[in-house]
């Protein structure tokens, strides 16, 4: 799991956990589903319109996966769970870091 600090990923709770697409499936709940980009667009923000809350999303680092809220899961206990650790306020450096 990664916990970056980024502005939206800090005020949205994010945990994440990227899988490939096709390890992916929405069980429910699309109609209600809202999308939001900035900046370069790549990156696609699902939310739920109804109550707000964003349990996964297209990430612009790996635009043909999954990112998943961890938080949004049940019965998973985030306390228990390796977490690294990913300076998003640098992100263009930080990224260039990851491949090291």
């Not at 939206?8 to 499936?25: A, D, M, N, Q």
């Not at 109804?50 to 961890?70: E, L, M, Q």
């Not at 949004?72 to 990913?86: H, K, S």
Request: hydrophobic fraction near 35%.
């Amino acid at each position: 799991m990664v916990d970056c600090n980024c502005s939206i990923c800090t005020r949205k709770g994010y945990l994440h956990h990227i899988v490939p697409s096709e390890r992916f499936r929405l069980l429910a709940g699309a109609e209600a589903l809202a999308t939001y980009r900035f900046g370069t667009m790549t990156a696609q923000h699902h939310f739920c319109r109804t109550c707000g809350v964003a349990s996964f999303y297209v990430p612009r680092s790996h635009p043909d996966r999954i990112d998943v809220n961890v938080r949004c899961l049940d019965g998973v206990d985030v306390e228990q769970l390796a977490v690294t650790r990913f300076d998003g306020r640098n992100w263009e450096a930080s990224i260039a870091t990851l491949g090291d």
